[in-house]
């Protein structure tokens, strides 16, 4: 599939909500992003993947047979994602100093 090395995890994690809600605007408000906003990422998605991964209908979303082939494999990935951020986080966090950046104009 083109682009799946490239993918964003944000993007991997559209999918997922919508496909658990079968719903845009509940899976918007899930994530706490625009309904618009959630559909434009999916649209890139199925773009960068080349797939089709819902039926859209007025009254309906469903998953076609691609998006349900992809769902347990980007579930996975968004988990181990997870996993990674919470290694790093874990790792030596208490040794690391506190860095704070504080921008200020310029004065002369």
């Known amino acids: 599939m083109p682009g799946l090395q490239d993918t964003d995890p944000r993007l991997l994690r559209a999918f997922v909500a919508v496909a658990t809600e079968l719903h845009f605007t509940r899976a918007a408000a899930r994530l706490f992003v625009a309904q618009q906003a959630l559909s434009r990422d999916i649209r890139?998605?199925?773009?960068r993947w080349g797939?089709?991964?819902?039926?859209r209908?007025?009254?309906?979303?469903t998953l076609t047979a691609e998006g349900e082939r992809l769902l347990a494999p980007a579930r996975r990935a968004i988990a181990a994602q997870e996993e990674?951020?919470?290694?790093?986080?874990?790792?030596?966090?208490?040794d690391r100093p506190l860095v704070v950046d504080v921008g200020a104009p310029a004065s002369t």
């Open 44 to 47: 890139r998605l199925e773009d």
């Open 51 to 55: 797939v089709r991964l819902f039926v």
């Open 57 to 61: 209908s007025t009254r309906r979303v």
């Open 84 to 94: 990674l951020a919470a290694a790093v986080a874990g790792a030596g966090a208490a």
